[in-house]
């Protein structure tokens, strides 16, 4: 998408790959801070709400900041076309509301960030569409679970805060024996470790609020169409009229025309400009967030008082083969610790000086936070097992300061624990 | 050569056919990667713009996914 970005490079697919020059030369599209946009005619604006036209209406349904950033990012993950929306979460109803209806079915892995496992276990539930949840790493579990009323398969690309990392191309595999489509929250991964569509995703959404923005000043999401999922299916009639219309486009001209604009969660332009500024640098942040999480999880790993690391690019991991092959050798910024318990984790948080304890994950900051009292404390046991949240659990989001300062900060407060 | 594009009436500098991909060029269409076209009330393959064409007194349309629809 764009001649810009063909034949780029990621690292500079990332800066350049689908802009277009702004006005007076500027080097960014400007953030266009308008909700409506005014034609000198009455027949200018029937063509562009018969769709005859292309051009700038209201600001919920398309604005030129917005569309910048859209073009941007359908570039970097090769796709044809991408929708930015107000959050992450926003980004994953909106895509899944745009494919299922009331008596259908989502096949989703069981290892969920906690928004996305209570929207599909208990919002969507009321409104007739039922989730089975499979536990990732059992592929013959999930092909088994396929059944007619199958409409969409679901997964991270690392399990967050599971940080279990499943065989996306087996994934897409089964979603394509089955003729459903797979939608990978690539999230935690970014585009940076995979571009998920050439392991076969057919939907990607990022929350933009992490890594992608990379300094934690905006909520954002966005939904990416690879383009290869085939919607002329007798599964999905309710996609005739836009697959007739559109063909490829059928999956971004739905959600669009219908979805999206019904529901309502566009992002603002502020928003998408910082994301703009943020994708810019994204190759080198998760360099370094690659390389310190990595520092930080051999020091934890190898600590007495740390009764265990999960972090992907341990050689010890049960997930670093996988890992390995498909990130290329590069394993994100997060990575979980476990304690003797519950108050040892209160007193690691608290003893850290550097790290700050909040809900987050992807600031250049380093981050850490409780999980069970926290962004999972509304679930059973049962659920939190299933989500890899244990009571001696602390997350951490591993940021780009200097490793030996974050390791330092660690250390010290393991000593005081 | 006369057409109606869009509904209204467009004079194309061409004998009596084009290809599609040559009116798109011609009229300088916007954003031609996505632009869906209908001929005289067919949707048109995207990978058949080149062999489509296009004759005198036909009717052409051109739709977007991008805006349209009632707010
Ligand atoms: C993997 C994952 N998906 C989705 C979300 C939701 O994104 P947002 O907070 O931008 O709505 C988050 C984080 O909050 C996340 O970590």
Not at chain 1, 37 to 61: H, M, N, P, S, W
Not at chain 1, 214 to 241: L, R, Y
Request: some cysteine; aromatic content about 8%.
């Amino acid at each position: 998408m764009g001649e810009t970005a063909t034949g780029m490079r990621f690292d500079t697919k990332l800066i350049h790959g689908g802009t277009a020059p702004g006005p007076y030369g500027a080097t960014k599209t400007p953030i266009i801070q308008s909700s409506a946009f005014a034609y000198d005619t009455a027949e200018e604006l029937e063509d562009l709400f018969k769709g005859r036209a292309i051009g700038q209406v209201y600001t919920r349904i398309g604005n030129p900041t917005l569309e910048a950033l859209e073009k941007r990012l359908a570039a970097v993950e090769d796709g044809i076309a991408a929708i930015v929306t107000a959050s992450g979460m926003a980004a994953i109803t909106t895509a899944v509301m745009a494919i299922v209806r009331s008596g259908d079915e989502i096949l989703s892995s069981a290892s969920l960030f906690g928004g996305t496992y209570s929207l599909f276990r208990d919002t969507l539930a009321n409104y007739g569409i039922t989730t089975r949840f499979v536990d990732p790493t059992d592929l013959d579990a999930l092909a088994a679970a396929v059944n007619d009323a199958t409409r969409l398969i679901f997964v991270e690309t690392i399990g967050n805060p599971k940080m279990d990392v499943p065989d996306i191309a087996a994934f897409a595999a089964i979603a394509q024996k089955s003729g459903v489509p797979l939608m990978v929250d690539a999230t935690v991964s970014t585009p940076y470790l995979a571009r998920v569509k050439e392991l076969g995703a057919d939907i990607v959404v990022h929350s933009t609020s992490k890594f992608i923005n990379g300094t934690a000043n905006s909520i954002g999401g966005a939904i990416i169409d690879s383009g290869s999922f085939d919607w002329n299916s007798a599964k999905f009639p309710h996609f005739e009229p836009f697959y007739r219309k559109y063909r490829n486009f059928a999956f971004t001209a739905r959600t669009r025309k219908l979805i999206h604009k019904d529901f309502g969660a566009c992002a603002a332009p502020l928003n998408a400009f910082l994301v703009g500024e943020g994708l810019e640098t994204l190759a080198l942040r998760m360099e370094r967030h690659c390389a310190n999480a990595l520092k930080l999880a051999g020091f934890l790993a190898a600590h007495e008082k740390v009764a265990w690391v999960n972090y992907p690019g341990l050689p010890d991991s049960p997930f670093f083969e996988v890992a390995n092959r498909q990130f290329q050798g590069r394993f994100g910024g997060v990575l979980t610790l476990g304690l003797a318990d519950k108050p040892s984790a209160f007193r690691l948080i608290n003893g850290l000086k550097l790290a700050k304890n909040l809900a987050n994950i992807g600031d250049t900051k380093t981050l850490v936070i409780h999980p069970a009292s926290t962004i999972c404390a509304d679930y059973s046991l049962e659920v939190k097992a299933l989500m890899g949240v244990s009571e001696e659990l602390v997350r951490v989001s591993v940021g780009i300061e200097d490793a030996r300062d974050i390791v330092a900060d660690f250390a010290r407060a393991l000593d005081n624990l | 050569m006369n057409l109606t594009v869009n509904g209204k009436p467009a004079s194309i500098a061409a004998d009596d056919a084009i290809s599609v991909s040559n009116l798109l060029e011609t009229l300088q269409v916007a954003q031609r990667e996505y632009v869906t076209v209908e001929l005289n009330g067919d949707i048109l393959d995207r990978d058949g713009f080149d062999a489509a064409t296009v004759r005198d007194g036909d009717t052409v349309e051109f739709l977007y996914f991008m805006g349209g629809g009632s707010l």
